[in-house]
């Protein structure tokens, strides 16, 4: 069975530029997430969707930043317009159940760098 | 301060040692807790869940204590595949978010 898969799996672009990244999680998987580290710092929350809704967006750092999920299945997450300190990997990760009960299930992340 | 405190590390340990890693969280609220396992440049992997009763998955051991607000991992006979950043997860208190710890940085010796 694949696993969570993300692309790109790195991104190399100019401040001020547009990036979308993609998550197609686990097939069944209705929770979707998006995570990020920043260099040295904690893998940190940006949202969660469940099925086509997002459930919790509490942890998207300004609105730079638009994640979707049409249909309940991929998600993207686009970052416009990039800036420096948007550097870092982000992860998107799927999972059966909530946060709280079951195991997430992490892809390899996307490494983005803004130049 | 952050929600999960832990030792970044580096722990350089033997083949064959045994190790403890220790994490404390700061939200009262938090209602599951994790040890995941992430290989450099690689995505975390649940290693396993935390319960207060304790739990042993093989030469892994997991302690929770709610009163003190504290995790502990212990790996006995520590292998070579050990070497890895061990991450300390507790559920926010919503139960809707994972909050991460730092990592502690594992590499085992032969």
């Known amino acids: 069975e694949a696993g969570v898969t993300q692309f790109p799996s790195h991104s190399v672009i100019e401040k001020g530029q547009t990036v979308t990244l993609r998550c197609d999680p686990i097939s069944g998987h209705d929770n979707l997430y998006w995570y990020r580290r920043v260099m040295g710092k904690e893998i940190k929350f940006l949202l969660h969707?469940?099925?086509?809704?997002?459930?919790?967006e509490s942890g998207m750092p300004n609105n730079r930043f638009l994640a979707e999920r049409t249909g309940g299945t991929y998600s993207t997450l686009k970052v416009q317009p990039a800036e420096l300190e948007d550097s870092g990997v982000y992860f998107c990760?799927?999972?059966?159940?909530?946060?709280?009960?079951?195991?997430?299930?992490f892809g390899e992340g996307s490494r983005l760098t803004v130049l | 301060r952050k929600e999960v405190e832990q030792d970044p590390g580096p722990f350089n340990v033997p083949e064959g040692a045994t190790v403890a890693f220790n994490c404390t969280y700061s939200n009262s609220a938090s209602q599951s807790f994790f040890w995941y396992r992430q290989d450099c440049r690689k995505e975390p992997k649940l290693l396993m869940s935390?319960?207060?009763s304790g739990n042993e998955d093989g030469r892994f051991t997991a302690q929770l204590n709610r009163a003190s607000q504290y995790i502990s991992l212990l790996i006995r006979d520590s292998k070579l595949s050990d070497s890895a950043t061990y991450l300390c997860?507790?559920?926010?208190?919503?139960?809707?978010?994972?909050?991460f710890g730092s990592g502690t940085q594992l590499t085992v010796l032969p």
């Open positions: 990760a799927s999972s059966q159940e909530g946060p709280n009960t079951g195991e997430l299930f």
């Open positions: 969707f469940v099925k086509e809704s997002k459930q919790d």
């Open positions: 935390v319960y207060s």
């Open positions: 997860v507790a559920t926010s208190g919503s139960a809707r978010q994972l909050t």
